[in-house]
């Protein structure tokens, strides 16, 4: 092995050291209708969760992300949120 530490690397081999998996994503992990949990932290530290619905989800090079609408106070709100803060 170490007689190979300064070998030309080919595309083949190259391909396979940068290793990822190929610019896909793994498949969502939520439905579009799927009741999930938010929390959400205030100045003190206090955190609320809250129950909201997914209406909608879309995947981009970070991963999927997803249109929540939730409601608190009486007020209804929707805004999308990236998978790993659900």
């Known amino acids: ?4 530490k300064n ?4 595309d083949e081999m190259m391909a396979k050291a940068t290793g990822g998996n190929g610019g896909e994503i793994a498949g969502p992990k939520y439905e ?6 938010l929390k959400f932290a205030n100045d003190e530290g206090v955190v609320t969760t809250v129950t909201g619905v997914v209406d909608d989800r879309r995947a981009n090079p970070g991963g999927w992300e997803y249109l929540v609408r939730y409601e608190v106070n009486g007020n209804v709100y929707e805004h999308w949120y990236p998978e790993i803060a659900i």
């Open 1 to 4: 092995m170490a007689d190979n």
């Open 7 to 10: 070998m030309e690397l080919n």
């Open 32 to 37: 579009i209708g799927d009741t999930v949990q």
